[in-house]
């Protein structure tokens, strides 16, 4: 089974707007990334978050982890029509190993 | 740096015939994964690589997948025989140990 999933499917915005995106997982893990998908492009890393860190900022980005609830959240304010992908999050256990990647949010910010 | 390469970046083909999808991983990176992507399944871990060795290849869907990394800087992913069931975006990847991943552009896969 997929150790992360996302939550919505799939969010459509108005630009300028922030959108909130979550991530489950079962099992304790070592790290947790975020990604992103353009169309027909491979996936970009966003940012990482360590197990023992609970809130990391990059640029526009927030990203929490509650390791507690085994769930993550991304936050991009001030959205653009460039946000406009898909958002994927991914597990990696303790080991280095179940790099798992959750079915993915897909964004549109409408302009 | 040029960032993980594959080739081709297209590839259509008949059922039955062989595919090999190649990948150049970031030079330094040590692990190397190997990914399928479509719309009805997402994104599946395939098999990964950790120093040239098969780590984990639970993921491999069935015999006619088979995958090699015989050195550091290069790695295939063969499909034999292929068929229309196999048709999907392959990703390869490379990082450090418990780092992040870097994708490459994919090779989109089509078996008619």
């Keep these: 089974s997929q150790q992360g999933e996302e939550d919505p499917q799939a969010l459509s915005i108005q630009e300028g707007e922030n959108a ?10 070592n790290n947790l990334q975020w990604y992103r998908q353009n169309s027909g492009r491979g996936l970009v890393h966003l940012i990482l978050i360590r197990s023992n860190e609970r809130e990391k900022h990059s640029g526009r980005l927030r990203v929490t982890l509650d390791t507690s609830k085994k ?3 991304l936050l991009i304010t001030a959205s653009r029509a460039a946000d406009t992908a898909s958002y994927f999050c991914a597990t990696e256990d303790n080991y280095g190993q179940n790099f798992v990647f959750g079915p993915g949010t897909r964004l549109s910010v409408l302009p | 740096d040029a960032g993980v390469i594959q080739s081709p970046r297209h590839e259509v083909t008949e059922m039955g015939q062989e595919v090999t999808l190649r ?18 399944r997402g994104l599946e871990l395939l098999i990964y690589f950790n120093n040239n060795v098969p780590i984990d290849d ?26 229309p069931r196999d048709s999907a975006v ?14 490459g552009p994919g090779t989109r896969l089509t078996v008619l």
């Design chain 1, 20 to 29: 909130t995106m979550n991530c489950s997982y079962k099992t304790s893990i």
């Design chain 1, 71 to 73: 769930s993550s959240s």
């Design chain 2, 23 to 40: 990948c150049k991983p970031i030079s330094g990176h040590n692990s190397l994964f190997w990914y399928r992507q479509t719309m009805m």
């Design chain 2, 58 to 83: 639970s993921g491999m869907p069935e015999d006619r997948f088979s995958a090699k990394m015989p050195n550091a800087s290069f790695s295939t992913l063969k499909i034999q025989p292929s068929e």
């Design chain 2, 90 to 103: 392959y990703f390869c990847a490379s990082s450090l140990v418990f780092g992040t991943q870097y994708f």
